[in-house]
């Protein structure tokens, strides 16, 4: 780390209307050091982020680079100052070539000033190589994985010569080995003197890249310290500003009648003979690596997917295969893991969102009344405290942990006898993450059955009362809350043996 910061951001603010995003912020970032941005959704984290990105401008407050101010105008002023901003979804132009997406701007000229597209090609080669990865320079941007284009995203920056790197929760759509993959590339430009600000919800990576931790909490600076001085815990703690509690509220219940019954189910090539029951006051978690077959199982018992062999009962009455109204009708709810895509319709406003799969029974005459769909929508939305202006507002307007919030409310609403939720807290903050274990967990008390999917071992730890373990399509271990252990599921995962 050098004596001086490379970049400071000096008591900067930033207010929209009445609400004060950003207030009095300052923030030193060093070349050759990671530096972790923490906060719950809404704690000022994506503003920062658009100050330095240029996006938008402070309303007071200065910005220095090698100790000199600098005023960011736009985009293009803070690439000309070495910024550069990696999203969460890269926004390349999907048409074009991977080699222009990296020159577009500042193409190689050649003779008669026309653009030189050998030395384009060339140029993102040898970049592509210095980062250890191999992208083909003249393929299109269309159809690269979210991965790759965050690697084009990189890419262009180390073209543009950038020496502060914002990652802003590059690993929410990538796999375990592509999150290993981006991470040697952000070390190498770290190593190589760059100044690293990396945004993430999960402590396991902020340890793994970091050397230092900078926490927001309601558009506030709260603390900045050295990873290896501050533990996951006190990081909690100063990130919600309250004794949290447990993360994982789980209370004890006794579990009571089989509600779901899972006997032989399977879907060539993608799973096989899959059998299971979860009981009413029984969280049931699906473990096991990506690509296992946990979602695409979940799915088929919801009826969205198809299965070409096996049943499935609910509180002992046979479902048709592909028929997710006969399931909602028995009092299955399956909140899914790509929310946006599946879980929400982000055009619509949040109280017709939230009452979406009871509009007949709110519905009058036929008519569907706004006061009932007001009254519905504003008690479950109170109830999972989600934060929006007006219940008129549309959906996509809420920050990711919001929009989790009224996808369960949707299917809350309900009062369903089966929860199904797949992933149920990716991608949001740990105070929101609490709120959302402690109502599975009132639920479970309350006799629904939760059988849940997620790639987070201690979530699976701590709310499960039984882990089934995935592998490759199969059901190859089932151990009870006392047995599971971060070992025994991951020897199950990865193969190795445990007993059934």
């Known amino acids: 780390m050098g004596e001086a910061p490379l970049l400071r951001l000096r008591e ?41 990105a240029g996006v938008h401008r402070p309303d007071s407050g200065t910005v220095e680079l090698d100790g000199n101010p600098v005023e960011l105008n736009g985009p293009a002023d803070a690439k000309a100052a070495g910024i550069a901003v990696i999203y969460q979804e890269p926004t390349l132009f999907p048409d074009l070539s991977v080699a222009e997406n990296i020159a577009m701007g500042r193409p190689p000229l050649g003779r008669f ?46 073209s543009a010569q950038a020496r502060v790197v914002v990652m802003d929760e590059p690993t929410a759509a990538l796999t375990g080995v592509e999150v290993e993959r981006l991470f040697a590339v952000a070390r190498s430009l770290r190593d190589d003197g760059a100044a690293l600000v990396f945004i993430s919800h999960r402590f396991e990576e902020i340890t793994a890249l970091c050397e230092r931790v900078t926490i927001m909490r309601d558009g506030k600076h709260v603390s ?14 100063r990130m919600v500003g309250r004794e ?124 569907l009344t ?40 949707k299917w809350l609403s309900m009062a369903p006898k089966l929860l199904i939720v797949d992933e149920p807290t990716r991608g949001i903050d740990v105070g929101t993450k609490a709120e959302v274990h402690r109502l599975m967990s009132s639920l479970a008390a309350e006799g629904v059955a939760v059988l849940m999917v997620s790639s987070e071992l201690p979530e699976v730890l701590g709310m499960a009362d039984r882990v089934l373990v995935m592998r490759e399509g199969r059901l190859v271990a089932e151990l009870d809350r006392d047995r599971a252990t971060e070992e025994s599921v991951m020897f199950a995962a990865m193969g190795q043996e445990v007993s059934l």
């Open 12 to 52: 900067v603010s930033k207010s929209f209307g009445a609400v004060a995003a950003v207030q009095n912020v300052s923030l030193d970032l060093y070349g050759g050091e990671a530096h972790a941005l923490v906060g719950e959704n809404g704690a000022g984290k994506s503003t920062l982020v658009k100050l330095l």
């Open 113 to 158: 000033k026309t653009v030189d597209r050998t030395a384009m090609i060339r140029q993102a080669g040898e970049l592509f190589k210095r980062l250890g990865v191999s992208i083909d320079p003249n393929r299109p941007a269309r159809g690269l994985s979210i991965a790759d284009q965050q690697l084009v995203e990189i890419a262009k920056a180390l």
């Open 224 to 237: 900045t310290d050295l990873l290896s001085e501050i533990s996951v815990d006190e990081m909690v703690r």
């Open 244 to 367: 949290l509690g447990a993360l994982f509220p789980k209370q004890q219940v006794d579990p009571g009648a089989v509600v779901l019954s899972v006997d032989g189910l399977s879907r060539d090539p993608v799973f096989a003979d899959v059998s299971f029951e979860v009981r009413a006051g029984e969280i049931v978690a699906l473990a096991g690596l990506v690509g296992s077959g946990r979602s695409e199982v979940v799915q088929s018992i919801f009826g969205v997917d198809p299965r070409d062999a096996g049943t499935v009962k609910v509180l002992g009455k046979t479902l048709k295969p592909g028929s997710p109204r006969q399931a909602m009708a028995a009092g299955v709810a399956l909140v899914p893991e790509d929310r946006r895509q599946q879980g929400l319709l982000m055009e619509l406003s949040i109280e017709r969102n939230v009452t979406l799969p009871r509009s007949r029974a709110l519905s009058q005459l036929g008519f």
């Open 370 to 409: 706004g006061s009932s769909e007001r009254r519905s929508a504003k008690e479950w939305t109170e109830r999972l405290k989600t934060k929006y202006a007006r219940l008129s507002d549309e959906v996509g307007t809420l920050s990711g942990g919001n929009q989790q919030k009224v996808v369960l409310a």
